[in-house]
């Protein structure tokens, strides 16, 4: 028999496709944090940054006994780059002309229970943005 907890431990991965473009989002750091229940602290496990598919598949294992997980996507600074690089064809900014974007970071906070693998598509844009439960 194993005792191998990280069999019964949920896992994590997450993908960004910037919908503007239709491409995935490179470079984007992913933070992940787990807690043990609705009143329990948050506890930091690590992150990583998505590749050049898009994808973040480096997130560590959330611990045995973990209710909830949150994923924190940084994406202001991919935001102002790809919209310094496309300053000469892209309609001007049209937020209330505050610097930066207008979402400078993405939080998802969802329920996971042992040994599922839960997999969070984030679809970005500059004003917008959506998540779901992937595969």
């Known amino acids: 028999m194993s005792t191998d907890s990280t069999a019964f431990a949920a896992s994590v991965s997450t993908h960004i496709l910037d919908t503007s473009v239709g491409r995935p989002a490179a470079g984007v750091a992913v933070r992940l944090a787990a807690r043990s229940g609705h009143d329990a602290e948050w506890r930091a496990?690590?992150?990583?940054?998505?590749?050049?598919?898009?994808?973040?598949?480096?997130?560590?294992?959330?611990?045995?006994?973990?209710?909830?997980?949150?994923?924190?996507?940084?994406?202001?600074?991919?935001?102002?780059?790809?919209?310094a690089d496309a300053q000469q064809d892209a309609p001007a900014n049209r937020d209330s002309g505050a610097p930066g974007a207008f979402f400078p970071e993405v939080a998802i906070t969802f329920a996971v229970v042992p040994g599922e693998h839960y997999h969070v598509p984030l679809l970005l844009n500059p004003f917008g943005y959506s998540v779901y439960r992937g595969s």
Do not use: I
């Open 45 to 83: 496990l690590g992150g990583s940054a998505t590749d050049a598919d898009g994808r973040c598949k480096d997130l560590p294992a959330p611990p045995e006994g973990t209710t909830h997980v949150r994923l924190d996507f940084e994406v202001e600074p991919y935001l102002e780059k790809k919209q």
